[in-house]
């Protein structure tokens, strides 16, 4: 690539974007679905079942990157370290799945109803004017 | 280990592991296993892994990675100043808690 037109590129790389999201975080979830897939079948299994869990339930907006990463780091090294898959999950799987989750930004829907269930309530305990309806 | 002790040690969990940590620093797996021998053995370690990602982001430990012979390397936590200055704070809830409990049991006699 040439030095100079580094800015004509990213403008029309904005713009690419713009219409197919971030180039970089495709490349990183690729990366992620192969390492995925790579797992022996057990941990594949467990590990596919978490992703449609956080995805389905709107725990999450799916797009942070650093969060599929992070999946894949756990289950390489368990599948490594041979830990049983009920070690990793223990008793209640949603318990883990839902802590591990809550360390990434949420899902759309879930924060907008969170948001909107506190200025609810900053209303109700006449706080806040009443009319206002912040729901971002 | 019952029921009961699990739902107890969710609200402390991140004070024992940075307590673990200001022995010495650790890897996931050496958590685990040393929570295990104290007899805590219904932690899952996705639980344990999910709290050290949190710390993590919060600052309250340095990480770095070690390669291993096996697989990527292993992420070595250990506790910084402001981890040291929490676990400061989580000791002083956690000595009142335990002081107001007391009370509660004396006075239930």
Known sequence: ?136 | MGKLVTEMLKGTLEGIVLAILSGRPAYGYEITAWLRDQGFSDIAEGTIYALLVRIEQRGLVDVEKVPSEKGPPRKVYSLNAQGREYLEEFWTTWSFLAGRLEQLREGGK
């Open chain 1, 1 to 136: 690539m040439a030095a100079e037109p580094n800015e004509p590129k990213n403008r029309y790389r904005r713009y690419l974007e713009v219409v197919t999201g971030s180039l970089e975080d495709k490349r990183r979830y690729r990366r992620y679905k192969t390492r995925i897939s790579q797992l022996p079948p057990d941990y594949r299994t467990a590990a596919e079942a978490m992703e449609r869990y956080l995805l389905h339930l709107g725990l999450t907006d799916g797009a942070d990157m650093t969060m599929y990463e992070d999946l894949a780091d756990l289950f390489e090294r368990s599948a490594i370290d041979e830990t049983p898959i009920r070690d990793l999950f223990g008793e209640d799987p949603v318990e883990f799945v839902e802590a591990f989750v809550a360390n990434y930004p949420a899902g759309q829907w879930r924060n907008r109803e969170r948001n909107r269930l506190t200025s609810a309530i900053k209303r109700a305990a006449g706080e806040e004017p009443a009319g206002e309806d912040r729901t971002e």
